[in-house]
């Protein structure tokens, strides 16, 4: 019995958040179940034919559907505002589905050039075999992405902010350009999470979600999801329960409570950020800090517009190149040199020769991925213990 008095649009989001979605068994527990079960029972062959069919409402098996995974999907449905949400396995199996669900070969994806590595080897080297062309153009240069269009245009996709070099879009401004051409624009929220960001509330048609980094929040499950328009999701849904790419049921579980506290843990996030992206902007050694939240951020104006807050992800460039970043992170004592992010504990990556390793030198350059930056994933220690971890590496160059 799932709880029915719910209006959810009467509720605040943190509430939505520990509230809606929630299935309850005959038992009546308060947590939420875990429905470990690939399969289900019918009484009669009656009732498996109409549930085949669709006639009847009901789960028949869990690459399909499961009420576990289920919950999360309306929970999460619920604080983005959407009207339908597919979970899925990854992140990377969310851009993967939502994409091979609603193109075909001849289309055409204009995308951004600054995205997640994998995304771009997906987009750049993977897509193209099954004839699906890319063109990528600057993120913040919304004259670039009209003039990227063509006929067979038919998906926009960004990242807002950017990995890893915390670049912003207009989101408003991009789903405009994507509907003049009749094109859908799709979203990675992964670094806002629906606490910060809501991109379908400024016009996107799709959100993509590594549920792996803040919906979990704590490291432990890879997971992933969209969410959009019932028509476009159903399409999608189509591609995700046949090629099975669905997330498990224990994951479910852990994002469907790791969803409770999602808006104080992005608050705090935010909190801890913004007091490490201020103290690095004062030490003479870091050349240049990318951090939303600094007014020194080119897009600092879009992101008070666009973002609740400045979320916690920060980029910084050392001075000494390659071997000043490296010397920094092996001097690091608290901080977790992991290329991870979405964490309690605040992770550190050198993007150069991890995250962005595989892909050339030249599209590394044209996303802005210089050998002295590093990429830090502000966790919910201390920020001043953060940052005597941080100053360690910078007097170690
Ligand atoms: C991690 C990440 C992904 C991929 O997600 P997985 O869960 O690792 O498959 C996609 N986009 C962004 C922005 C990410 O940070």
Redesign the pocket.
Known sequence: MSDQSLDVSQLDPQTIAVRAGTWRSEMGEHSEAVFLTSSYVFRNAAEAAARFSGAAHGHVYSRVSNPGVAMFEERLAAIEGAERCLAT???????MSAIMGLLSAGDHIVASRS??G??MQLLSQILPRFGVQVSFVPPADNDAWRAALQPNTRLLFV?SP??PQIELSDIAALAEVAHTAGAWLMV????CSPALQRPLALGADLV??????YLDGQGRV???AILGNRSLLTTIHTFLRTAGATLSPFNAWVLLKGLETLSLRMQAHSANAAFVARWLAQQPSVLSVKYPGLSSHPQHELAMRQQSSGGAMIAFEVQGGREAAWKLIDSTRLISITA???DTRTTITHPATTTHGRITAEQRAAAGVSDGMLRLAVGLEAPKDICVDLARGLSAG
Do not use: C, Q, R, W
């Not at 396995?89 to 851009?95: E, F, K, N, Q, T």
């Not at 993509?208 to 980094?213: E, G």
């Open positions: 396995a990854s992140g990377m199996s969310a851009i995205l997640f994998s995304t990242e950017s990995n990675d929220n992964s670094f993509v979600y590594s549920a792996t980094k890879l997971g992933g991870n992010l979405g």
